[in-house]
């Protein structure tokens, strides 16, 4: 990806993301991940190269919550179906199961302003799961939380990935993170964003806040970590 200005934002990148996989991509500030996920998502035209995904279902998480203020958590989780045109016992129906999914029970009359950082996560992933997208795109979701609500978030959205087996593309800046959520890591390096190294994650899923703690998973993230550096 060029930029018209002459950006080099992204270079040689060569990858793919299959069903059931969950692919976390980590790297500097600026080396083009959110642009790769906007590039993969449709929302920004490549400049050369070729890019092939099924876009028929796709679902994507951005970086704030983009609630509407003046809808209640259910309104909100309800309107991608509204823009659908799903019929009114359909978005109901969809809306209650997303709700369920990701642990908001209780709280679907709630407006944004009486949520906290972490319930408007939520609430953002109930209302793209409406969709059942058979591909996620995260970009940076819980970046602007607490370490222990971002814990929460990242377990939250592991059981949901075992329970639809969706594929997966998740940008991140942390790298226990991308290992603790993740089938595999990708390094991308300073601009023009190139991919420098790929990490399989052995860990079987359902992964446990003991799992980053073990010596395997500090190794991996130690490994993870230099290539970062060196990058």
């Known amino acids: 990806?060029?930029?018209?200005?002459g950006t080099e934002a992204l270079q040689d990148v060569t990858f793919d993301v299959n069903k059931g996989e969950f692919v976390s991509v980590v790297g500097p500030s600026g080396c083009g991940k959110s642009t790769l996920l906007r590039i993969a998502s449709g929302l920004m035209q490549k400049s050369s190269g070729d890019v092939q995904v099924n876009r028929e279902n796709i679902g994507y998480v951005f970086q704030d919550a983009t609630l509407l203020e003046w809808r209640t958590t259910f309104q909100n989780v309800t309107l991608l179906c509204e823009l659908h045109g799903y019929p009114k016992a359909k978005q109901q129906e969809l809306a209650r199961k997303a709700i369920d999914l990701v642990g908001l029970k209780g709280f679907e009359h709630h407006y944004p302003k009486a949520l906290s950082g972490g319930m408007k996560m939520r609430?953002?992933?109930?209302r793209t799961l409406t969709m059942q997208p058979s591909i996620?795109?995260?970009d940076e979701p819980f970046g602007a939380v607490d370490e222990i609500t971002r814990e929460h978030l990242n377990d939250e959205t592991q059981r949901l990935f075992?329970?639809?087996q969706f594929?997966?593309?998740f940008?991140?800046?942390s790298i226990s993170e991308a290992v603790y959520m993740s089938t595999k890591?990708?390094?991308m390096s300073a601009r023009p964003g190139r991919i420098i190294a790929e990490f399989d994650v052995p860990y079987a899923y359902p992964r446990?806040?003991?799992t980053r703690y073990g010596p395997e998973f500090g190794q991996l993230c130690a490994k993870i970590s230099e290539k970062l550096r060196a990058a």
Do not use: N, R
């Not at 990806?1 to 200005?5: A, L």
């Not at 609430?123 to 109930?126: D, E, F, I, T, Y």
């Open 136 to 138: 996620f795109l995260f």
């Open 1 to 5: 990806m060029t930029f018209p200005d």
């Open 185 to 187: 890591v990708y390094v």
């Open 171 to 173: 940008i991140t800046h």
């Open 162 to 164: 075992q329970k639809e």
């Open 208 to 210: 446990t806040q003991e």
């Open 167 to 169: 594929a997966g593309l």
């Open 123 to 126: 609430v953002s992933l109930a």
